[in-house]
């Protein structure tokens, strides 16, 4: 079997538990009596704690021989850590049970785009394609979770989390393709623990992770608390899951269309890091000022800008700036930044920030975004020069 139709399993898996987690978590928490500044906190610590996790769990992957084996015992972690959330009370305890689902989570998305990437340069798919269908398992995962919360109770979030992962786990053991990390033996961890050394004091590379780290990490106001933002506003649920739902269907279309005739015509991921920071500034510059139902509709069009564009910028943005052996700790690496201490800072701010002034929180989110478009830029400029 060609490999395009197994990774797109695993997106799929991946995919339909961030899209319940990403915009019914928060709920979960309020449901259980938080503050917002104390649902902030619980998502951002896993995010933020990224910064030690994320380089160890690169190395740790990379011991093994086979890529999908690290990927079937993150899925099983990921469901310890989320099924125990359901279990336990206490700020305390679900902090350790989602400080462990969370990080997990989190270390399956470049541990997949890796394996994913080396597939499609040996057989000729496009990346984006199994990329996009994990798109539109978020969208399942958006509408069939709004209508499950007009019927059931928010904990109904933590049994779905629990058992994606769980099939994540058994799909990677029994389905992923046996891909060596190495062609021989696996690396010297001392090695392994040098090349991520040599990436992180490299002014280029980090200069780019952080232009695309902060486009993406100022979706986390919009992660955390557009959900909780929609009811106080009279949205329901149900409307919410399609809101999230359609902006994902316009990413799975920028995907699956746009991003194959970008490479055809030979557009610059350098250039679409610049739109999609753009669109980032437009999206939350205008969601601070409580537009009506109507309107969401469109700026929710701009999330294939704000984030697809600028995701596939930065997969393709960071393979050409890492080395060839070192693919795992570049996109790991990223994904720190981006997806664990950017956002995990924006994060842990979103939350006072809803508590104190409400959607004038997304006006801290535009800027952030304007901060990784001139970064971007810069470089850009840097690297046309050199």
Same mark, same amino acid.
């Given at each position: 079997?060609?490999?395009?139709?197994r990774?797109a399993l &695993?997106?799929?898996?991946?995919?339909?538990?961030?899209?319940?987690?990403?915009p019914f978590?928060g709920?979960?928490?309020?449901? &259980?009596?938080?503050?917002?500044?104390?649902?902030g906190?619980?998502?951002?610590?896993?995010?933020?704690g990224?910064?030690?996790?994320?380089?160890?769990?690169?190395?740790?992957?990379?011991?093994?021989r086979?890529?999908?084996?690290?990927?079937?015992?993150?899925g099983l972690?990921?469901a310890?850590?989320?099924g125990?959330?359901?279990l336990?009370?206490?700020?305390?305890?679900?902090?350790?049970?989602w400080?462990?689902g969370?990080?997990?989570?989190?270390?399956?998305i470049?541990?997949?785009d890796v394996?994913?990437?080396?597939?499609a340069?040996?057989?000729?798919f496009?990346?984006s394609?199994?990329?996009g269908?994990g798109?539109?398992a978020?969208v399942v995962?958006?509408?069939?979770m709004g209508?499950l919360?007009?019927?059931?109770?928010?904990?109904?979030v933590i @049994?779905?989390?629990?058992?994606?992962?769980?099939?994540?786990?058994?799909?990677?053991w029994?389905?992923?393709?046996?891909?060596?990390?190495?062609?021989?033996?696996?690396?010297?961890r001392?090695?392994?623990?040098?090349?991520?050394?040599r990436l992180?004091t490299?002014?280029?590379?980090?200069?780019?992770i952080?232009?695309?780290?902060?486009v993406q990490?100022a979706h986390?106001f919009?992660?955390?608390?557009?959900?909780?933002?929609?009811?106080? &506003?009279g949205?329901?649920?149900?409307?919410?899951?399609?809101?999230?739902?359609?902006?994902?269907? @316009?990413?799975?279309?920028?995907m699956w269309?746009?991003?194959?005739?970008?490479r055809?015509?030979?557009?610059g991921?350098?250039?679409?890091?610049?739109?999609?920071?753009?669109?980032? @500034?437009?999206?939350?510059?205008?969601?601070a000022f409580?537009?009506?139902l109507?309107?969401?509709?469109?700026?929710?069009v701009?999330?294939a800008?704000?984030?697809?564009a600028?995701?596939?910028a930065?997969?393709?943005?960071?393979?050409?700036?890492?080395?060839?052996?070192?693919?795992?700790a570049? &996109?790991?690496l990223?994904?720190?930044?981006?997806?664990?201490?950017?956002?995990?800072?924006?994060?842990? @701010?979103?939350?006072?920030?809803?508590?104190a002034?409400?959607?004038k929180?997304?006006?801290?989110?535009?800027?952030?975004?304007?901060?990784?478009?001139l970064?971007?830029?810069a470089?850009r400029?840097?690297?046309?020069?050199?």
């Amino acid at each position: 079997m060609n490999s395009a139709p197994r990774m797109a399993l &695993q997106y799929i898996l991946l995919f339909a538990a961030s899209g319940v987690t990403l915009p019914f978590a928060g709920l979960w928490f309020r449901e &259980q009596g938080l503050s917002g500044a104390e649902i902030g906190a619980l998502l951002a610590i896993p995010m933020l704690g990224r910064l030690a996790t994320g380089p160890l769990i690169a190395v740790w992957a990379d011991g093994f021989r086979h890529r999908r084996t690290p990927i079937a015992l993150l899925g099983l972690a990921m469901a310890l850590g989320y099924g125990g959330a359901g279990l336990v009370e206490g700020f305390a305890a679900w902090a350790v049970c989602w400080f462990v689902g969370a990080t997990a989570a989190a270390a399956l998305i470049p541990l997949s785009d890796v394996l994913t990437l080396k597939l499609a340069r040996r057989e000729g798919f496009n990346f984006s394609l199994p990329r996009g269908c994990g798109s539109a398992a978020f969208v399942v995962a958006n509408i069939g979770m709004g209508a499950l919360l007009t019927r059931a109770t928010p904990d109904v979030v933590i @049994v779905w989390i629990t058992t994606a992962a769980v099939l994540i786990a058994v799909v990677a053991w029994r389905f992923l393709p046996p891909e060596t990390v190495t062609d021989g033996a696996p690396t010297p961890r001392l090695d392994r623990f040098r090349g991520l050394g040599r990436l992180a004091t490299d002014p280029v590379f980090m200069t780019a992770i952080f232009a695309i780290g902060a486009v993406q990490a100022a979706h986390a106001f919009y992660y955390g608390f557009s959900a909780i933002a929609w009811k106080a &506003q009279g949205i329901s649920e149900g409307t919410t899951g399609l809101l999230w739902a359609f902006s994902v269907l @316009v990413e799975i279309g920028f995907m699956w269309v746009v991003e194959p005739w970008r490479r055809r015509r030979g557009i610059g991921p350098f250039l679409m890091l610049s739109i999609g920071a753009t669109a980032a @500034v437009v999206r939350w510059s205008l969601m601070a000022f409580a537009p009506p139902l109507w309107a969401l509709w469109p700026l929710q069009v701009l999330h294939a800008l704000s984030f697809a564009a600028t995701y596939l910028a930065g997969v393709e943005i960071v393979e050409r700036l890492s080395p060839p052996d070192g693919h795992t700790a570049a &996109q790991t690496l990223s994904s720190v930044l981006s997806a664990g201490v950017l956002i995990g800072l924006a994060t842990a @701010v979103s939350g006072p920030l809803y508590d104190a002034v409400g959607l004038k929180g997304y006006l801290a989110m535009a800027v952030l975004a304007a901060a990784g478009g001139l970064a971007g830029a810069a470089l850009r400029r840097r690297l046309a020069t050199s």
